[in-house]
């Protein structure tokens, strides 16, 4: 039996999908950069660290970020259907260091975000991947909505150890809409047939 990790340390590498045929195989949705990575790390954890989980891949879905995999002791599809949301996790220390100029998720949250010339712009609150790149939504300061690439063009320093990024704006990024107004909700309302 593993140690149990102290919650605050852990970093989220998958989420449990549905079942997969009827032996109590599970699809996982991955946020490794190699999918099947996510049974190299040793036991994975809710993320209470309340319990702990055992995996071996049995497929990577080619070009999904997904595998099939098998939760040591879950043996039917019955069993299988109750792990589906539960999100897994991995002990921060587990993970080998990050290589040069490369940097986990986790890291870039909380950090403070100036532009280049000092402006504050608030603290990353979360990065997203949506197949085109890296995104770092930045919260907390004066721009709402405010989302950057993160290339190194637009951050071209990431001080880890001073808590801090920079930002180097694209034309356009850090403008209010000309004419000040809200976009418009794309959302429909629906009335009750008479």
């Not at 870039?108 to 609150?125: C, D, N, P, Q």
């Not at 690439?149 to 801090?164: A, Q, S």
């Amino acid at each position: 039996m593993s140690t149990r990790p102290d919650p605050a340390d852990l970093v989220l590498l998958g989420i449990i999908g549905a079942p997969r045929g009827v032996r109590g195989d599970i699809r996982i949705k991955t946020f490794t950069d190699t999918p099947a990575d996510i049974a190299a790390y040793g036991p994975l954890w809710d993320k209470a660290a309340a319990r702990s989980f055992k995996i071996r891949v049995i497929e990577e879905l080619k070009g999904k970020g997904q595998v099939v995999a098998r939760i040591e002791g879950i043996a039917d599809r019955t069993a299988a259907e109750g792990f589906k949301g539960i999100e897994l996790y991995v002990a921060r220390q587990a993970l080998p260091e990050a290589e040069e100029d490369s940097f986990y998720y986790v890291d870039l949250i909380g950090l403070r975000a100036e532009t280049t010339e000092g402006e504050f712009l608030g603290e990353v609150r979360a990065v997203f991947d949506h197949g085109a790149g890296d995104l770092l939504e930045i919260g907390g300061g004066p721009y709402k909505g405010l989302v950057v690439p993160f290339t190194l063009d637009v951050v071209p320093e990431v001080d880890l150890d001073g808590g801090r990024l920079v930002v180097d704006p694209p034309d356009g990024l850090l403008e209010p809409p000309e004419d000040g107004a809200k976009p418009k909700s794309k959302t429909k309302s629906k009335s009750k047939p008479k």
